[in-house]
């Protein structure tokens, strides 16, 4: 019989152990040998840290108070307090706080948001059913983040940051149940990847800003002391308490690790170890069956199975075991990696190898207490007094060719050693991890050494390593030579190169980078975008000092993501964060794309909360449009296009943003009248009606009560009452024109004169003479109603060419600082205007064979008191003498002089 079938075949074996192809098969929990009852898989514990670099400062736990309490009291709060160590037995993983308050595992919210639940198969089955379930998940976190930012006061920044992690954590939760459902769809997968990268980068700003925070605050409040002590334990502390390098560093390695317990999960339902006391049982069985049977083996193997047989012996275990070995140790490293290491140690006794669990625990610190309590009553001392020794073997084991990768990585990352650590790390975070592991327990020896605490077995490690001249620095600097090409890549995705610079401290290097994103071709991720937004709103809070040009330039691309994807309400609060002067400008550009009538209020509204110039700003909308208009204001020839098109009814209702605050009645006016200029150039006067008929009747009665309001008893302003004189100018001009059109529509529809019958019999005579009195009652009537008109004209006319105090559309006072285009508007006007009134009125005149009133307009327009001959020009008097002229040949058909007075005989 060959050796596999013997050996996996025993029946001694499967009476006593469970055998691991037994395992495989199943997912039950297996009996306990101790209490033969079943051992259900426990759940991993939450945790916050667990690593062997943090336990260097077991009893240096910072307890990180929100900087909200920091700023409002003033005082020193202190950094560190004691937290003591819990103890294996309750299966408790949390060694210290440190990140207790802004550590939050998203596993932690899966019974909630599981896919599998109601509520999560309602929503993920809702989302399938979308184009692009991604974006149509994380839409919402766009309105999320603002009202979480407009939620917490300005001293509450870390509140604030911990609201933006848990809010990217559900939307995960959400992407993820879709994406199990769905399938691996890239766009969902990539946008659910992208919010764990954010959710990941605001949990090391929370960690590592408030540190930094408390540390600037307590800068001027205190001077470290250094106490010499003979604990390396209390040695640590003091070094954690007075070194932000060292402090910083550790917290980078429990973010990281914080990351890897996340995905790791529940990782005691994955491994595939169930409760037994007998390691290599494969082995153990081959070796019994070959007892009783005396037979050698086929395949050499060891002999002995105490734990450092097959390195000293240089003999294999049996295939299984070094199967079930590989797998356990590449768990263990895994549960390490997590920060886990209680719950590798349990792994290890739960597996039966409870002396591999036991070298696990040399790293820890050694104090004895009996040394400087001064009590009579002996306490139980902590660590290993052996440490060096301890350090000393795990880093040769690490050395060790023999030992397997995961085995040798563990003890590397136990004793400091990075080559072999960094052998199987594949991410960019798990090198990061181990730079900064090796980094933090290198400071720590060398501070043991520096204090005469180090044992003489640390100083028989390499040199390299404990002469290294670690700095955050020098570890991004040896990531960037990797020989990796997925950590090359991924230390140029967006969010590791944020972290990077995050954990470096470098904001100026930082908005480099985001201007080099802002100026690339390719366009940002839009979740990217947000959270470059807030990130930057966060350290403004904090009061850093930062870029102010590239700060800017954020903002204003992510606002202009908010107007392009209509985001409507979210604009003007991320507007309101700009300088004043750009704030103005930005809003104005946004409100000129809403052009849904009943949206404005609502813009204007949220306007004023963001605390925004509001009439600042509805006046550069309307100058802006203004602007774009290039209408000359020259003499137009008769074909000119007066009807109204598509950029005349926007001019006409950009003046509805003046429109909502009768605080701003005054602006209104002006820019209605700058408006109604350019329409009357053009001689578009259905277009200057519309504008004229948008500004409230009681506009004039609101400037002055405003005025008054205030305590003013003194006239207006010259530039509200010089407005208000235009507008009246333009009122004047307008029933002019329309008394005009109403006079020419009723000359032109005079009644038609009845063509008589020729030899008509006596009943169409009859017939003939009625229609005959009805035209003739018809045309006294339309005679009448064409001389009320043509009163109506003449007296409208009138009150335009003789306009009161100086004439049309002259000021009648001079202001402070005049504006030179509206004056030069106005004059053209003036030339334009009055010449067209005029030879309107004698037209009217002739027609109604007014002839003798026609040429008293000769004196209004020849007058010194209203100088009209001055706004005509040569061709325009020629033209109005000739009419003149034919006016008084008509009266002299009349048998009446020129001047239509009868001849004296």
Same mark, same amino acid.
């Given at each position: 019989?060959?050796?596999?079938?013997?050996?996996?075949?025993?029946?001694?074996?499967?009476?006593?152990?469970?055998?691991?192809?037994? %395992?495989?098969?199943?997912?039950?929990?297996?009996?306990?040998?101790?209490?033969?009852?079943?051992?259900?898989?426990?759940?991993?514990?939450?945790?916050?840290?667990?690593? +062997?670099?943090?336990?260097?400062?077991?009893?240096?736990?910072?307890?990180?108070?929100?900087?909200?309490?920091?700023?409002?009291?003033?005082? !020193?709060?202190?950094?560190?307090?004691?937290?003591?160590?819990?103890?294996?037995?309750?299966?408790?993983?949390?060694?210290?706080?440190?990140?207790?308050?802004?550590?939050?595992?998203?596993?932690?919210?899966?019974?909630?948001?599981?896919?599998?639940?109601?509520?999560?198969?309602?929503?993920?089955?809702?989302?399938?059913?979308?184009?692009?379930?991604?974006?149509?998940?994380?839409?919402?976190?766009?309105?999320?983040?603002?009202?979480?930012?407009?939620?917490?006061?300005?001293?509450?920044?870390?509140?604030?940051?911990?609201?933006?992690?848990?809010?990217?954590?559900?939307?995960?939760?959400?992407?993820?149940?879709?994406?199990?459902?769905?399938?691996?769809?890239?766009?969902?997968?990539?946008?659910?990847?992208?919010?764990?990268?954010?959710?990941?980068?605001?949990?090391?700003?929370?960690?590592?800003?408030?540190?930094?925070?408390?540390?600037?605050?307590?800068?001027?409040?205190?001077?470290?002391?250094?106490?010499?002590?003979?604990?390396?334990?209390?040695?640590?502390?003091?070094?954690?308490?007075?070194?932000?390098?060292?402090?910083?560093?550790?917290?980078?390695?429990?973010?990281?690790?914080?990351?890897?317990?996340?995905?790791?999960?529940?990782?005691?339902?994955?491994?595939?170890?169930?409760?037994?006391?007998?390691?290599?049982?494969?082995?153990?069985?081959?070796?019994?069956?070959?007892?009783?049977?005396?037979?050698?083996?086929?395949?050499?193997?060891?002999?002995?199975?105490?734990?450092?047989?097959?390195?000293?012996?240089?003999?294999?275990?049996?295939?299984?075991?070094?199967?079930?070995?590989?797998?356990?140790?590449?768990?263990?490293?895994?549960?390490?990696?997590?920060?886990?290491?209680?719950?590798?140690?349990?792994?290890?006794? !739960?597996?039966?190898?409870?002396?591999?669990?036991?070298?696990?625990?040399?790293?820890?610190?050694?104090?004895?207490?009996?040394?400087?309590?001064? /009590?009579?009553?002996?306490? +139980?001392?902590?660590?290993?007094?052996?440490?060096?020794?301890?350090?000393?073997?795990?880093?040769?084991?690490?050395?060790?060719?023999?030992?397997?990768?995961?085995?040798?990585?563990?003890?590397?990352?136990?004793?400091?050693?990075?080559?072999?650590?960094?052998?199987?790390?594949?991410?960019?975070?798990?090198?990061?991890?181990?730079?900064?592991?090796?980094?933090?327990?290198?400071?720590?020896?060398?501070?043991?050494?520096?204090?005469?605490?180090?044992?003489?077995?640390?100083? /028989?490690?390499?040199?390299?390593?404990?002469?290294?001249?670690?700095?955050?620095?020098?570890?991004?600097?040896?990531?960037?030579?990797?020989?990796?090409?997925?950590?090359?890549?991924?230390?140029?995705?967006?969010?590791?190169?944020?972290?990077?610079?995050?954990?470096?401290?470098?904001?100026?290097?930082?908005?480099?980078?985001?201007?080099?994103?802002?100026?690339?071709?390719?366009?940002? +991720?839009?979740?990217?975008?947000?959270?470059?937004?807030?990130?930057?709103?966060?350290?403004?809070?904090?009061?850093?000092?930062?870029?102010?040009?590239?700060?800017?330039?954020?903002?204003?691309?992510?606002?202009?993501?908010?107007?392009?994807?209509?985001?409507?309400?979210?604009?003007?609060?991320?507007?309101?964060?700009?300088?004043?002067?750009?704030?103005?400008?930005?809003?104005?550009?946004?409100?000129?794309?809403?052009?849904?009538?009943?949206?404005?209020?609502?813009?204007?509204?949220?306007?004023?909360?963001?605390?925004?110039?509001?009439?600042?700003?509805?006046?550069?909308?309307?100058?802006?449009?203004?602007? %774009?208009?290039?209408?000359?204001?020259?003499?137009?020839?008769?074909?000119?296009?007066?009807?109204?098109?598509?950029?005349?009814?926007?001019?006409?209702?950009?003046?509805?943003?003046?429109?909502?605050?009768?605080?701003? !009645?005054?602006?209104?006016?002006?820019?209605?009248?700058?408006?109604?200029?350019?329409?009357?150039?053009?001689?578009?006067?259905?277009?200057?009606?519309?504008?004229?008929?948008?500004?409230?009747?009681?506009?004039?009665?609101?400037?002055?009560?405003?005025?008054?309001?205030?305590?003013?008893?003194?006239?207006?302003?010259?530039?509200?009452?010089?407005?208000?004189?235009?507008?009246?100018?333009?009122?004047?001009?307008?029933?002019?024109?329309?008394?005009?059109?109403?006079?020419?529509?009723?000359?032109?529809?005079?009644?038609?004169? +009845?063509?008589?019958?020729?030899?008509?019999?006596?009943?169409?005579?009859?017939?003939?003479?009625?229609?005959?009195?009805?035209?003739?009652?018809?045309?006294?009537?339309?005679?009448?109603?064409?001389?009320?008109?043509?009163?109506?004209?003449?007296?409208?006319?009138?009150?335009?060419?003789?306009?009161?105090?100086?004439?049309?559309?002259?000021?009648?006072?001079?202001?402070?600082?005049?504006?030179?285009?509206?004056?030069?508007?106005?004059?053209?006007?003036?030339?334009?205007?009055?010449?067209?009134?005029?030879?309107?009125?004698?037209?009217?005149?002739?027609?109604?064979?007014?002839?003798?009133?026609?040429?008293?307009?000769?004196?209004?327009?020849?007058?010194?008191?209203?100088?009209?001959?001055?706004?005509?020009?040569?061709?325009?008097?020629?033209?109005?003498?000739?009419?003149?002229?034919?006016?008084?040949?008509?009266?002299?058909?009349?048998?009446?002089?020129?001047?239509?007075?009868?001849?004296?005989?």
């Amino acid at each position: 019989m060959e050796w596999g079938e013997s050996e996996l075949q025993s029946p001694v074996v499967r009476d006593d152990y469970v055998t691991d192809a037994a %395992r495989r098969r199943s997912r039950v929990a297996f009996p306990s040998p101790n209490t033969g009852s079943p051992v259900v898989p426990m759940a991993t514990p939450a945790r916050t840290l667990t690593t +062997p670099a943090s336990l260097f400062r077991q009893a240096v736990t910072p307890r990180v108070p929100d900087v909200s309490s920091i700023l409002a009291s003033g005082a !020193r709060t202190p950094r560190y307090q004691y937290t003591p160590r819990s103890t294996l037995g309750n299966l408790n993983l949390d060694d210290s706080d440190w990140t207790t308050s802004f550590y939050t595992s998203p596993a932690s919210g899966l019974g909630n948001t599981s896919c599998f639940s109601d509520d999560g198969a309602n929503l993920s089955s809702a989302l399938l059913k979308e184009d692009d379930p991604g974006d149509a998940a994380a839409a919402s976190l766009f309105p999320e983040f603002l009202t979480s930012f407009l939620k917490h006061s300005s001293s509450a920044v870390f509140e604030l940051v911990e609201d933006y992690q848990n809010i990217c954590k559900d939307k995960v939760d959400v992407l993820q149940s879709v994406v199990l459902r769905a399938g691996q769809n890239s766009k969902t997968a990539g946008v659910c990847w992208l919010l764990q990268q954010e959710s990941c980068t605001w949990r090391l700003v929370a960690s590592l800003y408030r540190d930094r925070v408390q540390l600037a605050l307590e800068d001027d409040m205190m001077t470290d002391v250094v106490v010499p002590s003979e604990s390396e334990k209390v040695v640590v502390e003091q070094l954690f308490q007075r070194d932000s390098i060292v402090r910083q560093s550790q917290l980078v390695v429990d973010w990281l690790e914080s990351i890897a317990k996340d995905q790791t999960g529940d990782f005691s339902d994955k491994i595939e170890y169930y409760a037994k006391n007998v390691c290599w049982e494969n082995t153990l069985h081959a070796l019994k069956t070959r007892m009783k049977s005396g037979s050698a083996f086929s395949i050499p193997l060891v002999t002995e199975l105490d734990p450092d047989a097959p390195l000293r012996q240089r003999r294999p275990l049996v295939d299984l075991d070094l199967e079930d070995d590989a797998r356990l140790l590449k768990n263990l490293f895994t549960l390490i990696r997590a920060g886990l290491t209680e719950e590798a140690q349990r792994l290890c006794r !739960r597996c039966g190898q409870a002396w591999r669990a036991a070298t696990l625990e040399g790293w820890k610190l050694y104090h004895d207490p009996n040394m400087t309590s001064g /009590s009579s009553q002996l306490q +139980p001392a902590e660590g290993n007094p052996n440490r060096g020794i301890w350090k000393a073997c795990c880093w040769r084991m690490a050395e060790e060719d023999q030992l397997n990768r995961y085995e040798k990585a563990i003890y590397a990352g136990l004793s400091g050693n990075l080559k072999p650590l960094l052998s199987v790390c594949e991410s960019w975070e798990d090198c990061v991890w181990a730079y900064f592991r090796v980094m933090v327990d290198s400071l720590v020896e060398k501070e043991l050494m520096s204090s005469g605490m180090a044992h003489q077995e640390v100083e /028989s490690l390499p040199r390299e390593y404990l002469e290294a001249n670690w700095t955050m620095e020098k570890v991004f600097e040896d990531l960037q030579a990797s020989e990796s090409k997925r950590v090359l890549d991924e230390s140029k995705e967006h969010h590791h190169i944020i972290q990077k610079f995050v954990i470096l401290g470098d904001l100026d290097g930082l908005m480099e980078e985001f201007s080099d994103w802002l100026a690339s071709s390719k366009p940002l +991720p839009f979740h990217l975008l947000r959270f470059m937004t807030h990130l930057v709103l966060f350290f403004r809070s904090l009061g850093l000092s930062l870029k102010e040009e590239v700060c800017v330039d954020v903002l204003k691309a992510y606002i202009s993501l908010l107007i392009r994807d209509e985001q409507t309400d979210l604009v003007a609060s991320y507007v309101g964060q700009l300088p004043v002067d750009l704030a103005t400008a930005q809003y104005a550009v946004f409100l000129e794309t809403i052009t849904q009538p009943e949206l404005r209020p609502r813009c204007l509204q949220l306007a004023v909360e963001a605390g925004l110039d509001v009439s600042a700003i509805t006046k550069l909308v309307v100058e802006t449009v203004l602007e %774009r208009d290039d209408t000359d204001f020259t003499h137009h020839s008769q074909t000119i296009e007066t009807a109204t098109t598509k950029e005349d009814q926007r001019k006409i209702n950009v003046i509805d943003w003046l429109l909502f605050d009768p605080a701003h !009645r005054a602006e209104a006016l002006k820019q209605s009248n700058a408006i109604m200029r350019r329409f009357l150039a053009l001689q578009k006067h259905d277009a200057a009606k519309a504008v004229f008929s948008k500004v409230p009747e009681d506009s004039m009665r609101k400037i002055y009560s405003q005025w008054t309001s205030v305590g003013q008893t003194g006239p207006l302003p010259a530039e509200d009452e010089n407005a208000i004189r235009e507008h009246l100018c333009i009122r004047a001009y307008l029933e002019a024109h329309e008394a005009f059109t109403d006079w020419f529509s009723h000359s032109s529809s005079a009644p038609k004169k +009845p063509a008589p019958a020729p030899e008509a019999k006596f009943t169409e005579r009859v017939a003939n003479e009625m229609k005959e009195k009805d035209y003739q009652a018809a045309l006294t009537t339309w005679s009448c109603r064409l001389d009320v008109l043509t009163e109506d004209v003449k007296e409208r006319i009138y009150n335009v060419l003789l306009f009161v105090d100086g004439g049309w559309m002259v000021d009648t006072r001079q202001e402070s600082d005049p504006n030179a285009e509206r004056s030069h508007q106005m004059a053209a006007l003036r030339s334009l205007c009055l010449p067209r009134l005029t030879f309107l009125l004698l037209s009217v005149l002739q027609s109604s064979s007014r002839h003798k009133e026609a040429l008293r307009m000769a004196d209004i327009i020849s007058s010194d008191q209203h100088r009209l001959y001055q706004v005509f020009s040569k061709e325009e008097l020629r033209r109005f003498l000739q009419k003149l002229r034919d006016s008084s040949l008509a009266l002299l058909d009349q048998g009446l002089d020129p001047l239509g007075y009868e001849l004296q005989p």
